[in-house]
């Protein structure tokens, strides 16, 4: 899978601009707050209708605009173009298009574009919340099948008028809401145990590859676990929230189950998120990235475009080396403020000021 052309309209900081990417490693360069980030987003955004950055869709529209267009040729590996459209609408509604057509249900889009995203923010997978976690476990989830983005949404829904149920309670269980907690439970249990099996098996299937990738990058025989063990998976989700009933009504919260989940990355011994230094946080982050790009190539046979954004400034010279010597096939855009590092070797180079791009350098045309 390859994107030909990337167009943006009152998209951020760009009123209109067309960028012709190359199928090996386009560069993009400029100072700070020129707008490099932005086209990251953009192509993210069109891959899964979210932003890395975790904006609200609003602060996606140019100022003054009412909506942004982004729109995207993408050439797939059986030599079929598509051609992908979202428009974004400054009240938060998106539409989306493939080839013209718009989309009955924006969840058809995954798939039709992968994109797999490096930030300096993604330390916070390894030094943030649980959360942060949690989003990265089941983003990859939703990159390899569509039906697990729908299992996610469920859930998301399901806590939602679990919880709206237990405020509503004021701290007692009376007959009426135990009746329907325990309808809300059953439906829990149901989806809540099979998203806790699907996040089990992915971090079983990452473990080896992160630790690939770390070694690689750090040049170091140094082992690296991922542990995913959520206390309600040993008796099951249905026991769980049983046992939680009492202290959930109390709190008005639901206090169990997949959607307060973490993972816990190990290094050596110890725990990354407590003795990691800055550096060993940062290598991991990435391999954590690496590895999910990995298994969604293997997994889907469509590599998804590769975006380093602002990365390589945050790494020490030997680690920045390691990584651009160990990136996997595919198309990459790298984007940065400070001066490309030899490795980088890019086939394009386009460089952007005040939301335009001013120049380009590179001849190679896109193709397959």
């Not at 100022?63 to 979202?86: K, N, P, Q, S, W």
């Not at 590859?209 to 990058?217: I, R, S, T």
Request: aromatic fraction near 4%; charged fraction near 25%; glycine fraction near 8%.
């Amino acid at each position: 899978m390859i994107v030909e052309q990337l167009q943006l309209v009152d998209f951020r900081n760009y009123t209109s601009a067309a960028f012709d990417l190359t199928p090996g490693v386009t560069a993009i360069v400029g100072r700070n707050a020129q707008g490099k980030t932005n086209v990251a987003e953009a192509m993210a955004f069109l891959a899964t209708l979210d932003s890395f950055r975790q904006s609200p869709t609003a602060a996606l529209v140019r100022e003054g605009a009412e909506f942004a267009t982004i729109r995207a040729t993408v050439r797939h590996a059986d030599g079929r173009d598509m051609l992908v459209e979202v428009q974004i609408q400054r009240q938060g509604r998106v539409n989306v298009q493939v080839n013209r057509q718009r989309l009955a249900r924006t969840r058809d889009l995954l798939g039709v574009l992968r994109v797999t995203v490096f930030s300096p923010d993604d330390l916070e997978l390894v030094k943030g919340g649980p959360g942060e976690r949690r989003r990265l476990v089941d983003e990859t989830l939703a990159s390899l099948a569509v039906k697990n983005d729908a299992r996610r949404l469920e859930l998301d829904r399901i806590v939602k008028q679990r919880n709206t149920l237990l405020r509503q309670a004021g701290g007692r269980l009376s007959d009426d809401v135990a009746f329907t907690l325990d309808v809300w439970d059953q439906k829990l249990a149901e989806v809540g145990d099979q998203i806790g099996q699907d996040r089990a098996t992915l971090v079983a299937q990452m473990q080896p590859v992160v630790e690939e990738a770390y070694q690689h990058l750090a040049g170091a025989p140094l082992a690296v676990s991922l542990v995913y063990e959520p206390s309600w998976r040993r008796t099951g989700l249905a026991a769980a929230l049983a046992a939680a009933r009492t202290d959930d009504v109390r709190r008005g919260v639901s206090t169990v189950g997949p959607h307060r989940d973490d993972v816990d990355f190990h290094l050596g011994a110890l725990p990354a998120r407590t003795h990691a230094s800055q550096g060993e946080m940062r290598c991991l982050a990435l391999s954590l990235r690496l590895a999910a790009h990995r298994l969604i190539s293997q997994t889907t046979g469509m590599t998804p475009l590769l975006v380093l954004d602002d990365v390589l400034s945050e790494l020490d010279p030997e680690r920045c080396t390691a990584l651009l010597g160990h990136l996997p096939a595919g198309q990459v855009v790298i984007t940065t403020a400070s001066t490309l590092p030899p490795a980088a070797r890019p086939d394009r180079v386009l460089r952007i000021e005040g939301g335009a791009m001013v120049g380009a350098v590179g001849t190679e045309a896109p193709g397959p």
